[in-house]
Nanobody, 124 residues
Framework: QVQLVESGGGSVQTGGSLRLSCAIS????????MAWFRQAPGKQREGVAS????????YYADSVKGRFTISQDNRKNMMYLQMNNLRPDDTGVYFC?????????????????WGQGTQVTVSS
């Protein structure tokens, strides 16, 4: 059983930074995609960034390129999302996901395991 637990959410002002963490427990076989998704109130969940465990290749949604950085620490079974220059439209619940395929698609349906989410609020 794979479990994901997010942490690091909070409230910041426009231009601020946050670092989200995702702790991964349990075993998964082989290489796969890990990702961050977010869901704003009244909107569908959208992919933010993904990374392939096998080689560290990263993919980003256009809206966060140059501001967000996804990373992984395989020894600690952790994944991170460094978010800089935050904007009000970055507000939402952020979820980590694992066990995915086709990393470049940033598609929900491609992921098997999900965390419960952590709230990020950016005020203007």
């Amino acid at each position: 059983q794979v479990q994901l637990v997010e942490s690091g959410g909070g409230s910041v002002q426009t231009g601020g930074s946050l670092r989200l963490s995702c702790a991964i427990s349990g075993s998964t076989d082989g290489e796969y995609c890990m990702a961050w998704f977010r869901q704003a109130p009244g909107k569908q969940r959208e992919g933010v960034a993904s990374i392939y465990t096998g080689g560290g290749v990263e993919y980003y949604a256009d809206s966060v390129k140059g501001r967000f950085t996804i990373s992984q620490d395989n020894r600690k079974n952790m994944m991170y999302l460094q978010m800089n220059n935050l904007r009000p439209d970055d507000t939402g619940v952020y979820f980590c996901a694992a066990g995915g395929v086709r990393c470049w698609e940033l598609a929900q349906v491609a992921y098997k395991y999900w965390g419960q989410g952590t709230q990020v609020t950016v005020s203007s």
